[in-house]
């Protein structure tokens, strides 16, 4: 490679140019690249080569051990019932924080949001406070006498409770939004032809928000499956399994019986369970905007 000098003018050789272009991206991605792979890639991949230590022996394990089949039994009623409920619930705040009749609107979308930037174990730990048997709030106002979190099935209530007001305002500040992004002329159009407020919302605005439903309804089926300081805290995954997750089991197995191999399988069952859960959402529901 050489260079020339003409007129004090430094002209670079082609084979120069073409070294800089190949090299010069490099120097910028490279750290990053290194990063990525000492600290994703490689982690990942010795997880998958530790959960296949001695083959396809801990996979058929957890075909057979009650205890983790109990947590995707959880985390599968969580899914059905909660993330509907919340995303309904999600849809009908950001829908009344959007009307312009609503006073205080900047105060009360930030109230909303709040919760989502509570720290995690303390949200849980005043929820555990708050449903106590004894003394608890919650069953003071309410005037009952309830073991919200030794009883199987309010302990999954009581779960099913603090994951919805901890996220439904996070998903109302997306969905208001999307709303936000509908022009006001299709409000106006739909005045016009004669639709009530329920044709409004259910042919105008909710084909228009089926973008961020689904964005919604997918983050919300991760953070499911990944599920971990609510049950830990509030539960610590019982009465007996009622509560499990599949997050909170990896823990056990993996930091309390130190069974990394099995561990490591639990945690590839669960990143096939959300890429396949994401993609039926992706292929049945995103097929378009109405």
């Known amino acids: 490679m050489t260079a020339t000098s003409t007129a004090g003018r430094l002209i670079v050789a082609p084979q120069a140019k073409r070294w800089r272009r190949r090299t010069v991206p490099w120097i910028f991605v490279g750290p990053a690249a290194a990063l990525f792979g000492m600290f994703f890639a490689y982690p990942l991949a010795a997880s998958l080569l530790q959960s296949l230590d001695g083959g396809a022996g801990n996979y058929t394990r957890l075909a057979g051990d009650p205890s983790f089949l109990q ?3 959880n985390v599968g009623l969580i899914l059905v019932i909660q993330v509907p ?3 309904a619930l999600a849809t009908v705040l950001a829908y ?3 009307q312009s009749w609503l006073r ?3 105060t009360l979308r930030a109230a909303y949001f709040l ?3 509570t720290t995690l174990v303390a949200y849980a730990v005043v929820f555990r406070v708050l449903l106590r048997t004894e003394g608890g709030a919650v069953n003071q106002v309410l005037g009952l006498q309830v073991d919200w979190l030794n009883d199987p099935l309010w302990a999954r209530v009581a ?3 603090s994951i919805t007001w901890r996220w439904a305002g996070y998903n109302a500040i997306i969905l208001l939004a999307g709303l936000q992004a509908i022009g006001r002329e299709q409000y106006e159009a739909a005045a ?3 639709a009530g407020p329920l044709t409004t919302f259910s042919k105008v605005i909710l084909p228009q928000l089926r973008p961020v439903l689904l964005f919604c309804s997918i983050t919300s089926t991760i953070g499911t499956l990944q599920l971990f300081d609510e049950p830990l805290v509030l539960t610590g995954g019982g ?3 009622a509560t499990l997750t599949p997050i909170l089991y990896l823990y056990q197995v993996g930091f309390k019986q130190f069974d990394f191999g099995y561990a490591a399988a639990i945690a590839w069952v669960v990143v096939l369970l959300i890429g396949g859960l994401s993609w039926l959402q992706f292929r049945y529901f995103g097929k378009g905007r109405g």
Do not use: E, W, Y
């Open 159 to 161: 779960l099913i409770a």
């Open 96 to 98: 009344v924080l959007n």
């Open 115 to 117: 919760p989502a930037v």
């Open 71 to 73: 947590s995707l039994v």
């Open 85 to 87: 409920i919340m995303i």
């Open 239 to 241: 009465p007996g399994d």
């Open 104 to 106: 205080f609107r900047a």
């Open 192 to 194: 016009i032809d004669g």
